[in-house]
């Protein structure tokens, strides 16, 4: 896959970074605002995308990509499992037991662990859609 | 509150996600760390077992009590019935596992394999433990989904038309299921079945809820591939790697499609005459014709897929059975024996039909194809898969005294003694003919001699494989002790009460 013209590209760089911080917003304030681990990650996964359709294939090891993408999702999704996990041995002892103190509503640092959970959800979505993306994008290099 | 609940569904959903961190740099890891998850479950669901009793154990995620006694929380229920499940999936999870440890050696990407396995079993196990209807479907996708990969995982033109038939089905199906969950939240403001039992009893609309009933049946219908929805099985269950097939015919049918459809229209509709039918009917339907279109396959697996349908068949019409008799309040007796040997049978089918798909797996390892007029004289080259394929045989045939016959004849004897003639004549008849199909699939396969113009390189298969298949027809063997009434009175009556006694235990969830 090849990269498109300078126009795109530099409109990309100047873009990118901008919707990666849009995404990182919703991810951090899902306990405040609508949104959250989910629609932010979708978001930051589109900031990648677009690098990657802008510069073309070429200019990132798409292969190695992948993999690292992989094992972020996984280890992501680990953290999430020991996050609730931590809950079986604090306080009450159930799973999924919000043990942080609450904080005042309202406040960004607040709501116990659920920033916590929406922050790792969100670097889990980030990766699964992106290697989607890469999965599709290296099928379509090998087809041809 | 008992941490082994919620832990049956993390282990193996937290393995699925190690496994592919550790496995890519560990080569041998993902088979070995699978069985070792598998075996720790077994043990688990075991001790549960074993503890429960007639006891209702409830979790409550998050810690979250219920307020005036109206359940807010998720809440996840370990009675009699769902430890039975849960004891069959891990079994069957284990040797499955420990069977793929040479037969997965011929594919690539062994780790993507095993962590599927992993998540596959974690739904289940979350589908059986769950007591809302929301959780039931969010886990009943996680399986679904894992098993959609699975089936596709030969990756060759056959394997991905099955599963892509089993996707577009298998969607169509979670759509009418998420449907009549919609339907139900709208009506009884609450997801928890107990508390939408509660609020049903209080009053209901007669016609939307048989609407309801009908979206819930056809939805979990297409999952549990009961006749009129059974045309994405034969294709995905013949495609799948054997150990793969072993799980979905031998528990994954089980657990998200038959399991449900008892534990909703038994504990959380109130049982109506009508809707009995449809299920006794249904489940005729099945078992008749499954049986029919099963005795004309060639190739092994889709002969096996088939009879799937037709054994469950059994499980539906005499679970159908001791619905109308539960509902029209005559003869309990008579439902109580109808339910203990549809869930007799669920328990045998798992035993015998894993284990057939596992001796078509070693077959198919062996020669290189599932057609059976390819085969021949394997008897003597193959005497271990020979011998325990005869007994899964003789027992899914119904021949004592191997376990399937004691359960068809609680089934036969439950149809007569609530004057269902006509059901038992069926089930007998059904009986017999399954009993020809596998002396075919015996002839040609191990027997017949005639055939071996070629050069059959018939080896018995590697150690992992035939350990799995031992195991297996030990336990076809030892099952048929259930048929005691003493011993079937303490292991399998805490299941049926939950059946006979529904709106109790509901109550009970309630008050905790």
Known sequence: ?144 | MNPIIPMLVIVPLASAFLIMVLGKLIRDLPGYFTSAVFLVLLITSYYAWMHNGNGITVYKVGGWEAVNKIPIGIYMVLDGLSVIMLCLISTLGFLSAVYSLSYMKRYTGEEYYYALLCLLVAGMNGVVLSGDLFNIFVFLEISVIASYALVAFGVEKNELEASFKYQVLGGIASLLILFGIGLIYWKAKTLNIADIREAFKAGYDGTYYTFVQMLILCGFGVKAAIMPFHAWLPDAHSSAPSPISAMLSGVFIKAVGIYVILRLFFSMFVISEQIAFVITALGTLSMVFGVFLAIGQWDIKRLLAYHSISQMGYVIMSAGIGMILLSRGTRPDVALLAITGGLYHLINHAAFKGLLFLNAGALEYRLGTRDLKEMGGLASEMPITAGTSFVASMSISGIPPFNGFFSKLIIVIACIRGRFYLLAFLAILVSIITLASFLKFQRYAFYNKTNAGKDLTGKEVATPMVFSMIVLGMLCLLMSLLAIPSVRESLLKPAVDVLMDAGNCMSKIIGM
């Open chain 1, 1 to 144: 896959m090849k990269g498109m013209t300078t126009i795109v590209k530099k409109t990309t760089q100047i873009l990118a970074g901008i919707i990666f911080l849009y995404g990182a917003y919703v991810v951090i304030h899902g306990h405040l605002t609508p949104g959250g681990g989910f629609a932010g990650g979708v978001i930051m996964a589109g900031a990648f995308i677009l690098v990657t359709l802008a510069f073309g294939g070429g200019f990132l090891n798409l292969k190695k990509e992948e993999t690292g993408s992989t094992a972020t999702e996984n280890i992501a999704v680990l953290i999430v499992i020991i996050l609730s996990l931590v809950g079986l041995f604090l306080g009450a002892k159930v799973f999924f037991l919000n043990f942080l103190p609450r904080g005042t509503v309202g406040e960004l640092v607040s709501a116990g662990v659920l920033p916590l959970y929406n922050i790792f959800v969100g670097i889990e979505v980030t990766s699964s859609i992106f290697i989607l993306f890469l999965a599709l994008v290296i099928f379509k290099e090998e087809d041809t």
